[in-house]
Nanobody, 121 residues
Framework: QVQFVESGGGLVQPGGSLRLSCAAS????????TGWFRQAPGKQREGVSY???????TIAASVKGRFTIFRDNSKNTVYLQMDNLKPEDTAVYYC???????????????WGQGTQVTVSS
């Protein structure tokens, strides 16, 4: 069965850190572009980072210098490391896989269930 299991979300104070995990089963996640997206209430889903099959990474300007993405092929898992979190980072975060490098959700066809990240004091 092809699926993702996302974990690592939670409540954190401004300036804090979280690491999100996207563990895949039923397929090799490293064969695809894997992206992290987020969606805040009332807003469109936004791409924040993606990694290519070769391991190259792309980070959105809105989170550059604070977020990074990396992959552990042995665990078939992609991570999103989020540092210096701000209240505006509050959203549901999703991982997804696709066949092309893109921040557009339309280019991704397998999605995880999402994990809530709340940044608040």
């Amino acid at each position: 069965q092809v699926q993702f299991v996302e974990s690592g979300g939670g409540l954190v104070q401004p300036g804090g850190s979280l690491r999100l995990s996207c563990a895949a089963s039923g397929f090799n996640i490293y064969s695809y572009y894997t992206g992290w997206f987020r969606q805040a209430p009332g807003k469109q889903r936004e791409g924040v980072s993606y990694t290519s099959p070769s391991g190259a990474i792309t980070i959105a300007a809105s989170v550059k210098g604070r977020f990074t993405i990396f992959r552990d092929n042995s665990k078939n898992t992609v991570y999103l490391q989020m540092d210096n979190l701000k209240p505006e980072d509050t959203a549901v975060y999703y991982c997804a896989t696709g066949r092309r490098p893109s921040f557009s959700p339309d280019n991704y066809n397998k999605w995880g269930q999402g994990t809530q990240v709340t940044v608040s004091s």
